[in-house]
């Protein structure tokens, strides 16, 4: 995540006083907070002043509102208001401000933690460090005290500047939190659309197939009709049982989302064959060799295939026989459908694609290809640990 995308997500009301766009209005207006502490530390300080003098009149009051007032503007105004209040510690004092103390800390903690760039903390930091060095020579503490001094403006800056790191690592986190939630929302939208295709794929194999027998007997018993009435009884009886085992399979299909293969896969590469001949696409069945009944999601991509082939067939080369050939082999299965067609079946559909996502799905491959004058497809899909 680039710099720029974490500054985007920082809280509006902690926009930094150099950052573009920011209304010089607003980054002089002052948190409540801030202006309610600079007027409690400004008279507290002229309290203890009436009490115990820091300085001499007029000198003690200028100290006080210069180097205490400076809070309102300490988050809004870091720099400025550490720059001006450190400016103000060079004024002689003859006694100790009691809070003197807790206002430098909060103005270059604030100083730290909010000002930029780094360059301008750095030089307003040493410029404090000096004043504070020079009015504690000038006031009647004894000269160690400088060192007191210097650290009680530096420490709070460095710590301001580790609560600022830290500030800039959560943020960074929570945007890498949304970027992520994003990323999953995507992810889940992804496999929601992936889904409705394997559906709708399942559809197309299940219901083309049924439909093309249905309208394949439809057109046997249309011609019976005009020729022999009494023989369209066979077809329409046909039709009426593609159709009811038309809507069980539609009803599995959508009860049963995961792709798991019925326990006869290679009985209902038969009973394909079967009834496409019945349906009147003709066609040869050799099956070599036997799947292992832990095959299961390959037994169904193998069934779906050599039905997606003989529906093809049907539709796209009528009156064509179709050979289907099935070879089990220990680590691999390979399904070689052959018919002869006209150019046009050459062109890649919906079912071509679909035997291709089912066999690239399982780690195979597919290839669909015009011998001559007929159109072959080929299956390989691994089986066993690799499939």
Known sequence: MSAESARGLMPESRATPYAPGVDLVERLRSTRLDAALAVVFVVAALVQNAIWPIAGHGLAELYVLGATL?????????????????????????????????????????????????????????????????????????????????????????AGRVVRHLRG???????????????????????????????????????????????????????????????????????????HRTLGEMRSVLGVLAPTAPESATDGIAELSRRAREAGIANELVETGTPSPGHAPVSLAVNRIVRECLTNAGRHAPGNPVSVRVDWHPDHVRVLASNAAPRTAAHPGRGLTGMRHRAELLGGSFTGRRVEDRFEVEVRMPVGEQS
């Open 169 to 243: 690592q959560n943020e960074a986190l929570a945007a890498l939190t949304r970027e992520l939630a994003d990323e999953r929302d995507r992810a889940e939208e992804a496999a929601v659309g992936a889904e409705r295709a394997r559906i709708a794929q399942e559809l197309h194999d299940v219901v083309g197939h049924e439909l093309t027998l249905i309208a394949i007997q439809a057109e046997a018993a249309g011609t019976a009709l005009r020729v022999d009435p009494g023989r369209a009884a066979e077809p329409v009886e046909a039709i009426r049982r593609t159709a």
């Open 70 to 158: 400076p809070l309102a503007w300490r988050r809004t105004l870091p720099v400025e208001a550490a720059l001006v209040s450190a400016s103000f510690q060079l004024i002689p004092l003859d006694g100790y401000p009691v809070l003197g103390f807790v206002v430098v800390i909060l103005q270059f903690f604030a100083l730290g933690a909010d000002g930029e760039p780094r360059t301008a903390v750095a030089l307003v930091s040493a410029w404090a460090a000096a004043t504070a060095v020079v009015g504690t020579l000038l006031g009647p503490e004894a000269p160690v005290a400088a060192i007191g001094a210097v650290l009680v403006v530096l420490a709070p800056v460095l």
